[in-house]
C-alpha cells in the first residue's frame, strides 16, 4: 500500500502498510442501516475490517428519520422508494460530497453498488482527482426488467455504462457479472467476491428443537432473502405437494402478502438476523436460491458455510459458488420443473445431502472477510496506480490504458517458448535513430533487441529464427498489401504488430476503418495458429502532438478492443507516460534514440513473459550510457523541410526500399549475434 498515499498533489509521501495514520477510505452507499441487505452488510464488514488493520473510513449514506449513522461519516438527505420504502434514495449535490472528500483527505474513494448516490460520489471523487473503486453489486438492469419497465431499463443500462465508465476501477462480485459489465462496455472490471463468516454460519448451529417448532418431522426447503420481484421466490410454488416437504422462507419485501398467498403451505418467518438467522439457515436440510438477476449470492455462501447442500439457477452469480453434483445442483434457468427435481433428488437422499453439504463447507473455507479485505486493499492501490496513469493521458477514451506488467507480471503465455519471430511495421519497429554499437548507416531497434532477449530465454536445443519486415513510411495498407503475406509465407509463431501512427499524421482518416483493417490482420494471423503482439501507437511530449492526442487515443482504444476479442497479446504502450519524455526521442523527432528503443523492448519482453524481464532492463540500461553526438544542422533544414519536399512530391522515405530482414536469420544463443541460415 506504500503507493497509496501519494499523488493529487497533497504533499504526503508514501506510508508503509501497517503505518499508525494507514489507509483513508471514504466509502459512499447507496444502502445502509437501519436497512439491512447484501449492500449494508458488505459495507460494514468492509468498515470492520478495514478499521481493524488501523485504516480510517469515512461512510456517506442515506439518512434515515431518527437513525444516526452512530460513525464518523455525513448522513445525506433521501426519500424511501414509493414501491419499497425501506430503500432510500438520495442524490445530493456532488460539490457536497467532493467537500467531504477534500476535508477527510481520501486516498481512495469506495463505491458502494452505486446507482444514484453513487453516481454523485464518482463525480466528486473525479473533481477531487481521487481515485474511485465501484463495487457492482446490483444488477439494476435487469431489475427494471423484472419490474415490467421496459422504458426505464434502457435508461439503467445508459446509467450503469456511464457510472462504471468513469469509475477508475469496477469490482464485480462473478465472472457473470463481469462479463455483463464488459458486455456494456466497461473497461477495468476485477473480479471481487463477498467473504462469509464462518464462525456464525456453521453446521454446530443446526437446531433440532428450532425444527421441531417450525416443521416438526418434516424435510425442510428454506429460502433466505429479499421478498422482491426479482428475486424469483413464486417459482418455489413448484415444490407444492412433495411429500414431507415443508419450505421456509426467511425474509421480508414488498412481495411479501403476494407470496404468502401464492405459496399457503410456506412458513414465512420474516426478516431474521445475526444468532437467529444462523441457526434458521443451518436448520435446513436444502436451500433454495431461484432469482436469476443475481450478480453473487451471499445467502449461498452462508448456507455452503452452515453444511446445507444448495439448489440454485444456473444463472449469474451462483455459478461461481454452486459446483453442480458436488456440493448443489445448478437448475435450468426459469424451468420450474428442473427447479422441483433437483430438490426432490437431494429430499429423498439423505447420504447425498450429507456429501454435499460437507464439499460446500469445504469449499467456503477460505473465502473469509479477512482475506477479501486484504484483496480489496490491494485494488484499492491498483485504483490509485490507474488514477495516476489516467491524469497522465492527454485524452481519456474507453478502453482506457490498463496497467503495465511489472517485474514480469504479464497477462501473456509466460510458459510459452516461440522459435520463429516475425515483426511487422513501420520506421519504429525497423529501428531508425537506434544507432547503438552498430556500424554506420545500420539501425538495431526495439524488435533486433526483443528477439535477442526470446532467443536467450527458449529452448537451447531449438534454433531460434528472426525476420523483421518492417520499413520506413510504411502505412496500414502496406502492413496488408506487402507485409501480411509474406509473414504468413514464413509460418511464425509469434508476429508483432506496430503500426498506424504514419496514418494518423497525415491528413483526415476513418480511425474505426483503420483499426477494423489492422485487426483483419490480427485476426489472419490468429487463424493461423500464431501469437500476436499487438502494439499501441504513441507521441512525444510535444505542444504539436497534443494536436494528433485524441486520434492516438481513439485509435489505441480500438487497438485494445482488437487484443481483447482475438486473444492478442496486447503492448499498451501508450500506458507508459515514461516512453512520451523527450529524452526517449531522437534529433529528428519523430523516431526514437537507443534509449527508447530498449524501453520498448523490455516492455514487449515483459508482456511475452520473458524471465527476469524488469531487472534485465536495468542491466541493459547500465551498460548503455548513450552519449548521442548531436545532429548536424538545425532541425527544421535537417529533417523538416526534407519531409516536406518529400510530402509535395508524393514520396516517403522508404520509397525503393525493401524489408529490412524479408527471411529469416537465426540467432545464436550465446552471444545474441545473427547470422544467415545455412
Not at 78 to 107: E, H, N
Not at 182 to 191: F, H, I
Not at 224 to 249: C, T
Request: hydrophobic fraction near 40%; aromatic fraction near 6%.
Amino acid at each position: 500500500m506504500n503507493s497509496l498515499r501519494q499523488g493529487r498533489g497533497r504533499g504526503r509521501a508514501g506510508l508503509p502498510r501497517g503505518h499508525p495514520e494507514g489507509v483513508r477510505v471514504a466509502v459512499i452507499t447507496e444502502s445502509f442501516l437501519p436497512h439491512m441487505n447484501g449492500v449494508t452488510g458488505s459495507v460494514l464488514q468492509v468498515r470492520d475490517h478495514l478499521e481493524r488493520a488501523g485504516h480510517d473510513v469515512f461512510v456517506v449514506a442515506p439518512a434515515v428519520r431518527r437513525h444516526a449513522l452512530g460513525m464518523p461519516g455525513r448522513s445525506v438527505p433521501s426519500m424511501p422508494l414509493p414501491s419499497y420504502p425501506a430503500v432510500r434514495v438520495s442524490a445530493p449535490p456532488s460539490v457536497t460530497i467532493a467537500r467531504d472528500l477534500r476535508r477527510f483527505g481520501a486516498d481512495v474513494v469506495h463505491l458502494a453498488s452505486p446507482f444514484l448516490l453513487g453516481w454523485q460520489g464518482v463525480i466528486a471523487a473525479e473533481s477531487q482527482r481521487m481515485p474511485s473503486v465501484a463495487v457492482y453489486q446490483t444488477d439494476v438492469v435487469a431489475y427494471t426488467a423484472r419490474y415490467g419497465i421496459p422504458q426505464a431499463t434502457a435508461l439503467a443500462e445508459g446509467h450503469v455504462k456511464r457510472l462504471h465508465r468513469r469509475a477508475t476501477l469496477t469490482l464485480a462480485p462473478s465472472e457473470a457479472a463481469r462479463t455483463q459489465l464488459e458486455l456494456l462496455g466497461v473497461d477495468r472490471v476485477a473480479l471481487w467476491g463477498r467473504g462469509v463468516d464462518g464462525i456464525r454460519f456453521a453446521p454446530s448451529r443446526r437446531s433440532e428443537a428450532w425444527r421441531r417448532r417450525i416443521a416438526p418431522g418434516e424435510t425442510i426447503v428454506g429460502y433466505v432473502g429479499r421478498l422482491a420481484p426479482e428475486k424469483q421466490v413464486e417459482d418455489l410454488a413448484a415444490l407444492a405437494g412433495i411429500r414431507g416437504v415443508r419450505v421456509v422462507i426467511v425474509g421480508d419485501g414488498p412481495s411479501r402478502p403476494a407470496l404468502e398467498r401464492a405459496l399457503p403451505d410456506a412458513v414465512f418467518l420474516g426478516h431474521l438476523q445475526g444468532d437467529e438467522l444462523a441457526t434458521a439457515m443451518a436448520s435446513f436440510d436444502v436451500f433454495v436460491h431461484p432469482g436469476e438477476s443475481e450478480t453473487f449470492g451471499q445467502t449461498i455462501q452462508e448456507a455452503q458455510a452452515s453444511g446445507v447442500p444448495v439448489v440454485a439457477t444456473g444463472r449469474g452469480g451462483p455459478l461461481d459458488l454452486v459446483r453442480s453434483s458436488v456440493d448443489g445442483w445448478l437448475y435450468r434457468p426459469g424451468d420450474r420443473d428442473d427447479l422441483r427435481a433437483r430438490v426432490e433428488d437431494l429430499v429423498g437422499d439423505a447420504a447425498k445431502r450429507r456429501a454435499f453439504a460437507a464439499s460446500a463447507r469445504v469449499a467456503v473455507s477460505g473465502r473469509t472477510w479477512s482475506s477479501l479485505g486484504d484483496r480489496l486493499l490491494e485494488h484499492y492501490e491498483r485504483a490509485q496506480r490507474l488514477a495516476r496513469l489516467d491524469r497522465d493521458l492527454r485524452v481519456r477514451v474507453w478502453p482506457r490504458p490498463e496497467l503495465p506488467a511489472v517485474g514480469g507480471a504479464s497477462p501473456g503465455p509466460s510458459d510459452r517458448r516461440w522459435s520463429r519471430y516475425v515483426a511487422l511495421g513501420d520506421s519504429i519497429t525497423e529501428g531508425l535513430c537506434d544507432t547503438s554499437r552498430m556500424p554506420d548507416g545500420a539501425f538495431r531497434g526495439w524488435a533486433d533487441r526483443l528477439a535477442q532477449l526470446l532467443a536467450l530465454s527458449g529452448n537451447d536445443r531449438t534454433p531460434f529464427r528472426y525476420a523483421n519486415l518492417a520499413v520506413r513510411s510504411r502505412r496500414v495498407r502496406h502492413l496488408l498489401e506487402e507485409q501480411l503475406p509474406r509473414c504468413l509465407e514464413l509460418r511464425p509463431d509469434l508476429v508483432s504488430i506496430l503500426i498506424g501512427a504514419n496514418d494518423l499524421v497525415g491528413g483526415p482518416v476513418d480511425i474505426d476503418a483503420l483499426a477494423g483493417e489492422v485487426g483483419g490482420a490480427v485476426r489472419a494471423l490468429r487463424a493461423d495458429g500464431c501469437d500476436v503482439l499487438l502494439a499501441t501507437v504513441f507521441l512525444p511530449e510535444r505542444a504539436a502532438a497534443g494536436l494528433l492526442a485524441r486520434r492516438f487515443a481513439a485509435y489505441n482504444a480500438r487497438l485494445r478492443t482488437i487484443a481483447r476479442e482475438t486473444g492478442a497479446l496486447l503492448l499498451d504502450l501508450e500506458a507508459h507516460p515514461e516512453l512520451a519524455r523527450l529524452d526517449q526521442w531522437a534529433d529528428d523527432r519523430v523516431h526514437l534514440r537507443s534509449r527508447g528503443h530498449r524501453f520498448v523492448a523490455y516492455r514487449a519482453a515483459e508482456t511475452l513473459g520473458v524471465p527476469h524481464a524488469e531487472a534485465l532492463a536495468g542491466l541493459d540500461e547500465a551498460f548503455h550510457v548513450d552519449e548521442d553526438v548531436p545532429a548536424r544542422g538545425t532541425w527544421l533544414r535537417r529533417d523538416a523541410l526534407p519531409w516536406i519536399w518529400r510530402r509535395l512530391r508524393g514520396r516517403t522515405a522508404g520509397d525503393g526500399l525493401t524489408a529490412k530482414l524479408p527471411d529469416y536469420v537465426i540467432v545464436s544463443r550465446p552471444t545474441g549475434r545473427a547470422t544467415l541460415p545455412q
